[in-house]
């Protein structure tokens, strides 16, 4: 099988994914390609830069993850104190979706930079460059502030269908101007 050059991550991080774990992750490939998520084999393997080279450099937006307790993601399973009690397939599947979030509400900004500003306004300045997927998720199910959680919801369904409004085809939801629709999808979406 003919397979694609090597290539190099272009961004890396680590996702805080609760239970006391931080999942790996890194992309490569285009940017603006279409995106496709490698799951390791294993389970337990964890990434290899030879994953990447199954797919067309110029075509795909490549992104990997070190599922929990392996790789580059913490804590380790060979640690005898770790619990792999949290380290079940439901487990696995959210953090999926959260890594996905993170993508959506991370990446997309370099394409609506105007939407990007307002999405990140919306946070406390202290949290503007960290995660906002929690600094949101702290506006609208931590606060407690019906107007703090209404403001927020409002800034973050902005957001969702800037995002999403470049898809063929897209018309703004008539739900968009019901505050109370905002707010409940909004808390549920920043909570995952």
Request: glycine content about 10%; proline content about 7%.
């Amino acid at each position: 099988m003919d397979r694609f050059p090597p290539v190099e991550p272009y961004d890396t991080g680590m996702m805080d994914a609760g239970d006391g774990h931080r999942v790996y992750w890194e992309t490569s490939g285009n940017p603006t390609g279409t995106p496709v998520l490698i799951l390791h084999g294993g389970p337990g393997s964890g990434t290899t830069p030879g994953g990447r080279r199954n797919w067309d450099l110029d075509r795909y937006l490549i992104i990997q993850m070190d599922q929990r307790n392996c790789g580059r993601s913490t804590p380790l399973a060979s640690d005898p104190t770790v619990s792999l009690d949290t380290n079940t397939t439901q487990h696995l599947i959210s953090d999926i979706e959260q890594l996905r979030l993170h993508w959506l509400y991370h990446e997309t900004g370099r394409y609506l930079p105007a939407q990007w500003a307002r999405f990140r306004s919306g946070v406390p300045d202290s949290d503007r460059d960290g995660d906002l997927v929690a600094a949101y998720n702290r506006l609208l199910n931590e606060s407690g502030d019906v107007e703090v959680q209404r403001s927020a919801a409002q800034g973050w369904c902005d957001w969702e269908y800037a995002s999403v409004s470049w898809e063929p085809g897209w018309s703004p939801s008539a739900r968009l101007h019901e505050p109370d629709f905002r707010l409940q999808f909004a808390c549920i979406v920043a909570r995952c």
